[in-house]
């Protein structure tokens, strides 16, 4: 069984979340390949694999505009395979946060979902699996005015302020679980 896994990225928080699930495959006996979409430089030859696995973060409502196009230009592709979205965005991490009440986290839960409503809707491609996962407040990678935008949305929603560092919001034990139920599925189909 081969997976692939394909990420785009803007700060860099999706390609450690692209990481860890290859790392996951691997640890399962799984052959996978990963790729950046932005940098693609060859077609990738589907037929070599049993599931692809597509991890993006969203800036401004939407998911990357690489991702964006190459889910529409490779649909078809994607649809003769177990795919999964790995959808990276704030908002997850306001619908895991303890510290808020329900209804605030049910509003953000609600976000992280119409988002991925949207990538569906932008690119056509219904994947069979979807994840919802908290980034990270990365604003040692920002410039000064992003990070001052995000201080001030941050302060908004009680998350952290000190900009002198950033804040990794994943839960990476629910990503694994997420892997492993994947590879659960796509051993059935193989076994079939
Ligand atoms: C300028 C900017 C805009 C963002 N817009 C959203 C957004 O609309 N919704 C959301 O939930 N998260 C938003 N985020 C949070 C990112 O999705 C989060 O930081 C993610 O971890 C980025 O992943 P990356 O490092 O792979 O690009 C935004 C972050 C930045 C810096």
Redesign the pocket.
């Known amino acids: 069984m081969r997976v692939v896994v394909l990420?785009?990225?803007?700060?860099?928080?999706?390609?450690?979340?692209a990481e860890r699930i290859a790392d996951d495959l691997k640890a399962r006996k799984v052959d996978v390949d990963v790729y950046n979409v932005k940098t693609l430089s060859e077609p990738i030859d589907w037929s070599v694999y049993a599931t692809a696995c597509v991890a993006?973060?969203?800036?401004?409502?939407?998911h990357?505009s690489e991702m964006i196009a190459f889910a529409r230009r490779c649909r078809t592709d994607l649809e003769r395979l177990d795919t999964a979205l790995v959808s990276?965005?704030?908002?997850?991490?306001?619908a895991e946060d303890a510290h808020r009440s329900e209804s605030e986290r049910q509003a953000?839960a609600a976000?992280?979902q119409r988002?991925v409503d949207v990538f569906v809707h932008e690119t056509g491609w219904q994947p069979a699996h979807v994840l919802s996962v908290?980034?990270?407040?990365?604003y040692s990678?920002?410039n000064f005015v992003?990070r001052f935008?995000?201080k001030r949305i941050a302060r908004q929603q009680g998350a952290p302020t000190d900009t002198s560092r950033s804040y990794v919001?994943?839960d990476w034990h629910r990503l694994d679980q997420f892997v492993n139920d994947l590879v659960e599925v796509a051993q059935g189909r193989v076994a079939r």
């Open positions: 990420y785009a990225t803007r700060e860099g928080h999706t390609r450690r979340i993006a973060s969203v800036h401004l409502g939407h990357e990276v965005t704030l908002s997850q991490a306001g953000a976000d992280a988002m908290a980034g990270a407040l990365a990678e920002y992003v935008v995000m919001f994943t």
